[in-house]
């Protein structure tokens, strides 16, 4: 059954405003449009919305934004690693490699 959205809880939500402005302002991503699978003008729409919503919102994501949040979260797990993770993101490291694991099996289950 193929799912086209997808809904982020609150806590998720702050991690993934500091994943995506990892990649966009942080370190420099080889082949954005291809790693992340959106373009950079798209991620730094969606960045600007999340931005706007109280940190404890339920955020809606489409199938799209989904899959280039799991992307910009393995970007951002490789290229910090656990010593910078927390430091950058605020969040532990081993939080960050739960959350992907939750996103992949969301999107294999999506297919």
Known sequence: MLRNQFFIESGDAQLFRSVLNEVLNGFMVDDF???IGLERSELERLLKYLSRLPDDSEVELTLVEMR???NALRETLDELG???FHTRTGFEFE?????FKKLDYLLNESK
């Open 68 to 70: 280039a949040f799991h």
């Open 82 to 84: 656990i010593e910078e």
């Open 33 to 35: 449009n291809a790693a």
């Open 95 to 99: 939080e960050g490699e739960r959350v």
